[in-house]
């Protein structure tokens, strides 16, 4: 597992990310003209038959019109093929709309101004294990970018796949599908666009678990969208350094091994977890939700060395109906506003970390049930404050954090029911005593204290 701390350095220890360039020579382009169960082209690498429509060379072709059947690339030869999508709808009724059988690479352009549509049947005539799987399917690196538009329908399976590495650097896509949204075995790397996903199973997904330096999903600009019944953003690895995630709803918002977030403005919604370090090996998953002792987070569950969740960034909002920051690992934040609006039972906890849970920069406000609150470390190089209260607090609530000069440290208005309170930031000094006030009623907290009843993670 790699001991990387930011999303650069672990990024130096991953495979290389391939980006197809979207940029062509109008020159160069050949005309695919798709019309009704056929398609028209000057090109001897352009065949026409059956419904099927198959691209036997690198080059760049500009695809239009409405196409009743499949777009298949199966070139052998070295060099990129660009499939130019202009103003393209293409619906099948026995397969994926376009299929990568070979290439080196390909990369989808979706031209200035265009609408493109890609729709898959309800069920594949071929169901064997090298049969496609998605609405738009590639066994090569693929890159979707340009500045127009795409609408992705998997009906059967997933809406889009990557067999390799799947790069997302542009446009505005939009992908519903019965199953997973969006996969890149790989890596899944969105750096522009505006993405919208509406999936039953996972929103974004790497899935490559067995190859060293694979497996991760990377957000380094854009826009993303996500309602996903499962996990919106799961990989072994989720690295965020900007752009916008705003998961609407899932069961676990963004789960991987190792989950590193440098900058970006998220917001997450989860019926289950909002940010979950666990093992990428579904086998060995763990959770950490039973009850535990005092003095161990998670669970009481001894901490995983191999999975680790670091912020170092960004505006990090989460809604949760489970644990809110959940590592059954370690934590460190050393920046970022981050805000916790955790769960109201008893069997979960804003925070839950199984290991050392450090705090050296940022600011933290995290409120919740109080059954199974867990602290930062007590020798954390930033000053932390924890309690639970006496009742529970209503949504709408004013929380006040004043210091031992009257002076106010903090004023949130929490959003959601709560009965407890953890608060971090610069303010805040190890040992010293401020009076936390919930809508007037007023509580003596000493910073670095865990609360009665509270678990610190291990080692703190």
């Known amino acids: 597992m790699t001991d990387a701390t930011t999303v650069a350095d672990a990024l130096a220890d991953n495979i290389e990310v391939d980006a197809g360039d979207t940029s062509y020579d109008e020159a160069d382009v050949v005309d695919v003209s798709l019309a009704d169960s056929s398609a028209t082209s000057d090109s001897d690498a352009v065949t026409s038959e059956d419904g099927t429509v198959t691209i036997t060379a690198a080059g760049t072709y500009r695809l239009h019109g409405e196409l009743a059947g499949q777009v298949v690339v199966d070139s052998a030869a070295d060099g990129v093929v660009r499939l130019v999508l202009d103003d393209a709808t293409i619906t099948s009724e026995t397969t994926s709309a376009i299929n990568v059988v070979d290439a080196e690479s390909v990369v989808v352009v979706l031209a200035d101004g265009s609408d493109n549509s890609l729709t898959d049947a309800s069920t594949y005539d071929d169901t064997s294990e090298e049969a496609s799987t998605g609405a738009?399917?590639?066994?090569?690196?693929?890159?979707?970018?340009?500045?127009?538009?795409?609408?992705?329908?998997?009906n059967a399976n997933n809406g889009v796949v990557g067999k390799d590495g799947l790069v997302i650097s542009g446009g505005s896509i939009e992908v519903t599908s019965v199953d997973d949204g969006i996969i890149g075995k790989d890596y899944l790397v969105v750096s522009d666009g505006d993405v919208t996903i509406d999936s039953v199973d996972d929103g974004l997904k790497s899935d490559n678990t067995t190859d060293a330096g694979a497996g991760f999903v990377l957000v380094e600009g854009g826009s993303i969208q996500i309602s996903s019944q499962d996990d919106a953003v799961k990989g072994v690895q989720v690295l965020v350094s900007g752009g916008a995630i705003d998961v609407a709803g899932s069961n676990e918002a963004i789960e991987g091994s190792l989950i590193i977030i440098d900058d970006g403005?998220?917001?997450?919604?989860?019926?289950?977890?909002?940010?979950?370090?666990?093992?990428?090996?579904?086998?060995?998953?763990?959770?950490g939700t039973a009850g535990g002792q005092p003095g161990m987070g998670g669970g009481g569950m001894e901490a995983d060395d191999s999975l680790n969740l670091v912020i170092n960034g960004g505006t990090i909002e989460v809604?949760?109906?489970?644990?809110?920051?959940?590592?059954?690992?370690?934590?460190?934040?050393?920046?970022?506003?981050?805000?916790?609006?955790?769960?109201?039972?008893?069997?979960?906890?804003?925070?839950?970390?199984?290991?050392?849970?450090?705090?050296?920069?940022?600011?933290?406000?995290?409120?919740?049930?109080?059954?199974?609150?867990?602290?930062?470390?007590?020798?954390?190089?930033?000053?932390?404050?924890?309690?639970?209260?006496?009742?529970?607090?209503?949504?709408?609530?004013?929380?006040?954090?004043?210091?031992?000069?009257?002076?106010?440290?903090?004023?949130?208005?929490?959003?959601?029911?709560?009965?407890?309170?953890?608060?971090?930031?610069?303010?805040?000094?190890?040992?010293?005593?401020?009076?936390?006030?919930?809508?007037?009623?007023?509580i003596a907290v000493t910073a670095g204290d865990?609360?009665?009843?509270?678990?610190?993670?291990?080692?703190?």
């Open 319 to 442: 809604w949760s109906s489970g644990d809110g920051l959940d590592s059954n690992g370690y934590a460190t934040i050393t920046g970022g506003d981050i805000t916790v609006y955790g769960p109201t039972s008893d069997g979960n906890g804003a925070l839950d970390v199984n290991g050392t849970f450090a705090i050296t920069g940022g600011t933290l406000m995290a409120t919740g049930s109080s059954g199974m609150m867990v602290a930062p470390s007590t020798d954390s190089a930033q000053g932390w404050i924890a309690t639970a209260l006496s009742t529970t607090a209503v949504a709408g609530s004013e929380v006040v954090i004043t210091d031992a000069d009257g002076t106010e440290i903090a004023a949130y208005t929490v959003a959601k029911d709560f009965a407890s309170v953890v608060y971090s930031s610069a303010d805040i000094e190890q040992g010293a005593t401020y009076t936390l006030s919930v809508d007037g009623t007023e």
């Open 136 to 154: 738009l399917y590639s066994t090569a690196d693929l890159t979707i970018g340009g500045s127009g538009s795409l609408t992705v329908t998997g």
């Open 450 to 460: 865990a609360p009665a009843g509270g678990r610190g993670p291990m080692g703190g």
């Open 265 to 287: 403005d998220i917001e997450l919604h989860s019926a289950d977890d909002g940010i979950n370090v666990t093992s990428s090996d579904d086998s060995a998953a763990t959770d």
